[in-house]
């Protein structure tokens, strides 16, 4: 099977690399060749930038793939211009969306590819619910081969996964925690949410490549194991071999101080999710979640303890953290409680 990753080493999409050589796909990355570290051996580098259209073209004459998966698309524009450059060039296109996508709030607990996609807090989540009925109303009207893939918060050994972290410098919360600072939760920290690791999601993934019977259809990828977020950030405290001081704070506060933080949280993580994945374990029999979050997100901290170099603290992330506290200190004590 020959397919065609767009990106393909990211945190996500490099764990689907490696499987997918490891399980003897032919496979091709079309990026701008600036993370060739990222690159599993036997998989083949084109350099081009998929913005560039005329650039792609040229790159990939004489190409044809049983499969293509744009990791990196996330506006209607950019999802026109891939219908037109593959729409004689694959059997399958593979769009990445995302779990947030889903109703928020959701008016039950238990998510299926069938819930609503409806998301007023976030714009990145529209647009992907708005890129997911370009691709639809392209495969009813004109046939275009596409399966839809929704990730929920997906995580690997470079990365630190938590509701409140710093993204580009993910070690700055095992660094709190080991320097005895307190570490702000959403909520009362009972909220629900699932934690997958990336090959656990690889494998699902790969399972739909080249499979006829997924076009039209969309499959979320996760982990069965459902923690409440005080567990979540007591595993990433037991990794790092502390009991973390956890201070619950409200959404809403979080968010009036932060207003950046509306869609990570009003719009995806404050509310509580549990995944059905009955679906893809119906077109993927053999697929199976077996990293439980204790595990991995231990081999996440060994990993950055073993790369010393990428254990750098966000100075900036830190002090909103001290503030939000403060804050939040202040209203309890103004009001006694």
Not at 41 to 48: C, F, H
Not at 158 to 184: C, H, Y
Not at 203 to 215: A, S
Request: proline share 5%; glycine share 8%; hydrophobic share 40%.
């Amino acid at each position: 099977m020959k397919v065609l990753f767009i990106g393909g080493t990211g945190l996500i999409s490099t764990a689907v690399s490696q499987l997918a050589v490891d399980r003897g796909i032919e496979l091709y990355l079309l990026n701008r060749g600036q993370r060739e570290a990222f690159v599993p051996e036997g998989a083949r580098v084109i350099k081009a930038d998929i913005g560039d259209t005329a650039a792609v073209q040229q790159a990939l004459k004489g190409h044809r793939f049983d499969a293509v998966v744009n990791w990196i698309v996330f506006t209607e524009e950019q999802i026109q211009r891939d219908i037109e450059l593959f729409r004689d060039k694959t059997d399958q296109y593979v769009f990445i969306s995302s779990a947030s996508a889903y109703q928020k709030p959701p008016t039950h607990y238990m998510i299926t590819e069938s819930t609503p996609l409806a998301n007023p807090y976030w714009q990145y989540s529209r647009n992907k619910i708005a890129c997911e009925q370009q691709l639809l109303e392209a495969y009813r009207e004109s046939g275009f081969p596409v399966t839809i893939v929704r990730p929920s918060l997906t995580y690997g050994n470079t990365m630190i996964p938590a509701a409140l972290n710093s993204w580009s410098k993910p070690w700055s919360i095992v660094e709190r925690m080991r320097a005895g600072k307190p570490i702000v939760v959403h909520g009362d920290g009972t909220s629900l949410w699932t934690m997958t690791h990336n090959t656990d999601f690889a494998k699902g993934f790969i399972g739909l490549l080249g499979n006829p019977q997924t076009l039209g259809h969309a499959f979320h990828i996760t982990s069965d194991e459902v923690l409440t977020w005080d567990q979540i950030y007591r595993a990433i405290g037991s990794a790092a071999g502390v009991e973390p001081e956890l201070v619950h704070i409200a959404s809403d506060d979080i968010v009036s101080l932060y207003p950046d933080e509306e869609g990570g949280l009003l719009g995806d993580k404050a509310v509580s999710v549990v995944f059905d994945n009955t679906k893809i374990k119906r077109f993927v029999p053999d697929f199976t979640a077996v990293i439980p979050f204790v595990q991995g997100v231990k081999r996440s901290v060994e990993w950055f303890e073993a790369h010393p170099e990428r254990c750098i603290i966000d100075e900036a992330w830190n002090e909103q953290m001290d503030r939000l506290i403060a804050v939040h200190s202040g209203k309890k004590a103004v009001h006694g409680s």
